[in-house]
């Protein structure tokens, strides 16, 4: 009687195999979350696209801080006050989208004879220590005497080597006449200059420019707010040097809405700016 034949075992076929490693290399990258982010990446830029759909190539929108910015402008920065509350200043110096990070802010120091606003030493000190250039600035009222407004800014200001300018805010007329507010502000301007040994920046809506400083200090530098517009619209002789171009931009280390501002010219004429 013949003997029965062992009985093979099946041979395993290598498309199975192959078949087998081909989804399991799959389901690891699928289930990456390497996979994931780069997922995510692709459709962000992609969103980011088709919102920008439309907008102008020199007037952008800069999510992260919430709001349109000029391109065309290489330096920013911010203003603060007491509004803005405690402010995490390594945080605002950190934030960067693009090209785009803060380099300068100015503070508000004092207002008419008798006001510190009550985060101005925190924050000139804090944010100096950050790494970013910081200027200090008045509010003027033109119905007190600009002489001992000037000092009463300088008592509470000490300007070094590398700060901005001082800076004088006037954007209302308290009641007084023009010419009376010029007056006093011509002589708070004269005593902070003699003081410094640095024409002061003036600061000012475009309006209130327009209307009542156009042409009378035309010698000193202008800060001018003019807001969510594509350009500046000032005669090209018009010595400017900043413009705060929004009031609602979003800034790490801050918690409520802050101002934001272009430099007009490059990190020279930053630099020839800056107290000596």
């Known amino acids: 009687m013949a003997k029965a034949k062992p009985k093979r075992k099946p041979v395993k076929k290598k498309g199975n195999v192959s078949w087998k490693l081909a989804l399991t290399g799959f389901l690891l990258i699928i289930l990456s979350p390497f996979y994931y982010g780069y997922v995510l ?35 920013h920065g911010i203003d603060v006050s007491y509004a803005q509350g405690k402010i995490d200043w390594p945080r605002v110096r950190a934030m960067q989208e693009d090209s785009v990070r803060i380099r300068f802010a ?8 008798l006001t510190v606003d009550p985060y101005f030493k925190r924050n000139w000190r804090e944010g100096a220590k950050s790494g970013i250039v910081c200027g200090a600035y008045h509010f003027f009222r033109p119905k007190k005497d600009g002489l001992w407004q000037a000092r009463f800014f300088l008592q509470n200001v000490k300007l070094e ?18 010419d009376k507010m010029r007056s006093a502000l011509r002589a708070f301007i004269n005593k902070v200059e003699k003081s410094t040994g640095n024409k002061p920046i003036i600061y000012t809506g475009i309006s209130f420019y327009k209307d009542y400083l156009a042409g009378h200090f035309d010698g ?8 969510y517009q594509e350009e500046l619209k000032l005669t090209k002789g018009t010595n400017w040097w900043f413009w705060q171009h929004s009031d609602i931009a979003r800034v790490n280390g801050i918690n409520h809405v802050v101002d934001f501002n272009a430099f007009k010219g490059d990190s020279l004429d930053f630099q020839r700016l800056l107290v000596r």
């Open 161 to 178: 080597t590398g700060d901005l300018p001082a800076v004088v805010d006037i954007e209302v007329l308290d009641g007084v006449s023009p």
């Open 106 to 113: 100015f503070i508000k120091a004092t207002e008419g004879l």
């Open 41 to 75: 990446k692709i459709f962000s830029a992609t969103w980011q696209w088709v919102a920008d759909i439309g907008e102008s190539p020199n007037y952008r929108t800069y999510h992260s801080f919430g709001i349109k910015i000029p391109v065309k402008y290489k330096l």
């Open 220 to 227: 000193y530098p202008l800060w001018i707010a003019h807001y």
